[in-house]
């Protein structure tokens, strides 16, 4: 089974299905950045801080928890199902670097960039590919890595490569 990790849907799988994303900061995004002004007015070294920190603190422990169930249960349902996944190699760090640029040179669309980075983040395309790795050990199957050059550019069927060849983001000409 190929899997292609995006961010409008999470993963989708070679026969046209695909997995709806959680995306569970944008979900606490409100109550995170509402938590972390109530800390910012606060007093240092006050009692009160204290509890704004804790409750920062459980608001993205729960983002993280929610984030990591979901990513089990996607990899355990995947590795029941299949014998083999197929991934790209993706680098995320490369993805999610910052556009801002220097001083000299400003980077363009900066914050188009930073909402990219938070969703490619708030995804946990890492986290899952190591889930399903051993996972995959786990129950007998295997998770083959490839290059991700042209392969959203490449037919599965007869692997022809034309950056023309797609009709939309899942299907092939």
Same mark, same amino acid.
């Given at each position: 089974?190929? =899997?292609?990790?995006?961010v409008?849907?999470? %993963?989708?799988?070679?026969? !046209? /299905?695909f997995? $709806?994303?959680?995306?569970?900061l &944008?979900?606490?995004?409100k109550? =995170?950045?509402?938590a972390?002004r109530?800390? %910012?007015?606060?007093q240092? !070294? /006050?009692?009160? $801080?204290?509890k704004?920190?804790l &409750?920062i603190?459980?608001l993205?422990?729960?983002?993280?928890?929610?984030?990591r169930?979901?990513?089990?249960?996607? /990899?355990?349902?995947?590795?029941?199902?299949?014998?083999?996944?197929i991934?790209?190699?993706?680098?995320?760090?490369?993805?999610?670097?910052?556009?801002?640029g220097t001083?000299?040179?400003?980077?363009?669309n900066?914050?188009?960039?930073?909402?990219?980075n938070?969703?490619?983040?708030?995804?946990g395309?890492?986290?899952?590919?190591?889930?399903?790795?051993?996972?995959?050990?786990?129950?007998?199957?295997?998770?083959?890595?490839?290059n991700?050059?042209?392969?959203?550019?490449?037919c599965?069927?007869?692997?022809?490569?034309?950056?023309?060849?797609?009709?939309?983001?899942?299907?092939?000409?």
């Amino acid at each position: 089974m190929g =899997l292609d990790l995006g961010v409008a849907r999470f %993963a989708t799988l070679s026969d !046209g /299905s695909f997995i $709806r994303p959680m995306n569970p900061l &944008r979900a606490a995004e409100k109550a =995170l950045a509402r938590a972390q002004r109530k800390y %910012a007015r606060t007093q240092k !070294g /006050s009692h009160r $801080r204290e509890k704004a920190r804790l &409750r920062i603190a459980k608001l993205q422990a729960s983002i993280a928890d929610a984030r990591r169930d979901f990513l089990h249960k996607t /990899s355990t349902e995947l590795c029941k199902k299949h014998a083999g996944i197929i991934l790209e190699d993706l680098r995320i760090r490369n993805m999610s670097a910052s556009a801002k640029g220097t001083i000299e040179e400003p980077g363009r669309n900066v914050k188009a960039k930073s909402g990219l980075n938070k969703s490619i983040l708030d995804q946990g395309w890492h986290a899952f590919r190591l889930m399903l790795e051993y996972k995959m050990r786990m129950f007998g199957g295997s998770v083959h890595v490839v290059n991700p050059a042209y392969t959203s550019q490449t037919c599965g069927n007869c692997g022809c490569v034309d950056a023309e060849s797609r009709k939309s983001q899942s299907q092939f000409l």
